[in-house]
């Protein structure tokens, strides 16, 4: 069982430049977002989506650009990397049940970004 | 719009004292709330989770949160603390439909020995 999938674990980006990062899962679930983690912060979300198609900007959307062509998939791009920009990147995924609650969110492991 | 407040930034408690975790939130619609625990380093993990049904919710080692409608909130206690579990906890709102899911700042829980 993979779940949800990042990749890469760390990276270091050079101000300016521009990098994806991967999140897959294997779950057929039809929410996805991405969270940045900063310290005091909690977990601020960046953008979302509710189904292949479908994104939406969440908290902290500036500087980041997302897609969702696919189910399984679903990318998040910076476009050129700031200093501002170096956290931990969480990608999550979960299901509507019935009533239309939202099941917990599952989550990958994490890529911590570096930008300097 | 929903939000979640923790009422704690830090926590701390001695080895086999109880354990509360404090939280209000704020929702447009009867929303699902999450309690996670994130330990150094390491990713996210599940405590306890309330969509609808009872209103006191047993979670994972040993943790339960109790929905308060009426006051909003939705503590997070353990009757006596262990030395693992020390590590920082995030109380979590998602509204009706999941579209967005809102994270509090997180209460970093210490257990002295």
């Known amino acids: 069982n993979a779940g949800v999938t990042q990749t890469p674990k760390f990276q270091v980006l050079k101000t300016g430049q521009s990098m994806t990062l991967q999140c897959a899962q294997d779950?057929?679930?039809?929410?996805m977002s991405w969270y940045r983690q900063d310290p005091g912060m909690g977990l601020r979300l960046i953008h979302y989506s509710v189904g292949a198609g479908i994104t939406d900007q969440g908290e902290v959307p500036n500087g980041y650009n997302v897609s969702r062509s696919t189910t399984e998939d679903f990318p998040l791009r910076l476009l050129s990397a700031a200093p501002s920009q170096t956290s931990v990147y969480f990608c999550a995924s979960s299901y509507s049940i019935q009533g239309g609650k939202n099941t917990e969110a599952f989550f990958g492991q994490g890529t911590r970004l570096t930008v300097v | 719009a929903q939000s979640v407040t923790q009422l704690d930034s830090h926590v701390s408690v001695s080895e086999g004292t109880p354990v509360l975790l404090r939280c209000n939130y704020s929702s447009s619609y009867s929303p699902s709330l999450f309690w996670y625990v994130q330990h150094p380093n390491k990713g996210l993990q599940l405590l306890l989770k309330y969509t609808s049904a009872a209103t006191l919710v047993k979670g994972i080692n040993g943790f339960e949160a109790e929905f308060k409608k009426s006051e909003t909130s939705f503590h997070l206690t353990k009757p006596s603390a262990h030395m693992s579990d020390a590590a920082e906890y995030f109380c979590?709102?998602?509204?009706?439909?999941?579209?967005?899911?809102?994270f509090g700042a997180g209460t970093r829980l210490f257990v002295k020995a």
């Open positions: 779950m057929n679930h039809e929410y």
């Open positions: 979590v709102v998602s509204d009706r439909g999941g579209f967005k899911t809102i």
